[in-house]
């Protein structure tokens, strides 16, 4: 700015100087160079008050000051770092939004990559059991397979890491990094008396997001668990290899307990499976001001019946797809009323890794319902038997005679269903329940103590499933459906 005001006079220079004219007084240039930074000081405020507006609330003075006495004071110390992100997280929380959040650092790389069609690992799956991390799977031709790793070994130790004292979600942070990156595991495996230890290098692990299986009668029972980046291209592939031995004579879509995720993905499979031109949602923004109508882009005609299972936690983009096939497709939806989440968020990524999920907008169906807090209704309303619904028994809880309350209710719950009984009397561990839990470990190959604990839980909890599986009464009804509609 002081070049470009001294450049200014040029033509003042050149001319006679007048009666009177002279050197101007050091006071001259003094009040111009007050001036010049009041000038600077004001554009200076006005910038930052347009580029950082939370400044301009009334009292954020009172958030710098607590930051200042704080960062001053504290007598522990403190860290800038922490301070400002849980400024942010108090921030999205005084929302009362259950869906926004703000994720630091580590959190929200997880959060971004759980919509990925890859993370970065040794390829397993851990359950923690009786104080203790046992690999429950191993995926085919990772690193953990190619490094001999087998179900049922006990993860003692993480880059000489005891993991006595940490949690599920530390542990997950510590297994996965970069890719190429070296872990060290120390291992127990049972049966053997010295401990395994394994050197791995973290790959890229597939997050698969699609399941299949070709049922009776050439009907394909597709489930999707969620909406990730790579879901669209998962279920193209699992309708190809369906349809390797002959064309589907119907399609069962699962989405029972998806929890939702990408809307891109979503809008892919629909426009598959849905008319082209046919609307499958509006996306409506703040105010109304915006509304945004996605329809179907369809490529190749879709001429096989369609049934939509669905449950009480089918929520967000899996109700998108539920209610964009039976509105626009003629698909029949069984199962129960969906959850009614009809809010979409907006995810940004920081440098840092934290993320802010924002609650930006909501969703209406083809027909124009809302479904926020209202979900999406079935055409036939079937429920799942109450075994279905019972919770699993918490980590490290303990089970023995004379033990009484709620968590012995659901485990005599379990035993009843599983056909193991009679129990006693409700909610008390007495004799008949602990001859029917002993009668169960027997039968299950477990060590038949009569008593409750954490590798017994995981197995209740596997028996009941496999008999859910089995007697699946809204899988029958959607295959049921199906047959009808040929």
Known sequence: MNDSMQQRPTDEMTQTPRKGSGPRSPLYYSVGAVLLLIIGFGLGVIWTGVRYPMMKADNFPYLNASYMRIMNDYLEGAESEALVNGAAQGMVASLGDPYSQYLVGEQGEEYAQSYE???YGIGVTLRQEDGQYIINEVTKDAPAERGGLLPGDILKEVDGISLEDVSYHELIGMVRGK??????????RPGDSAPLEVTLKREAIAVHTVTYELLDGGVGHVTISRFGYE????FKQAIKELEKDGPLQGLLLDLRSNPGGLLESTVEIASMLI???????DVVSKEERQTVSYRSHQKEKWGIPIVVLVNGKSASASEVMAAALKESAGATVVGEQTFGKGVVQMFKSFPDGSVLSLTEAQWKTPRGTWINKQGVAPDYEVSLPDYAYLRPLAIGSEMKLGSYGEDVKTLQEMLKALGYGPVGEEGIFGGETEAALREYQ?????????EFNDRTGYNLVESLRGKLDAED????EGVKQLKGKK
């Open 117 to 119: 069609g890859e993370i």
């Open 179 to 188: 890719e190429g990156e070296p872990v060290s595991l120390v291992l127990q």
């Open 231 to 234: 879901t669209d291209e998962e």
């Open 275 to 281: 008319p082209k031109g046919e609307k499958i949602l």
């Open 442 to 450: 027997q039968d299950s190959g477990l060590e038949a103590t009569g």
């Open 473 to 476: 009464p809204q899988l029958l």
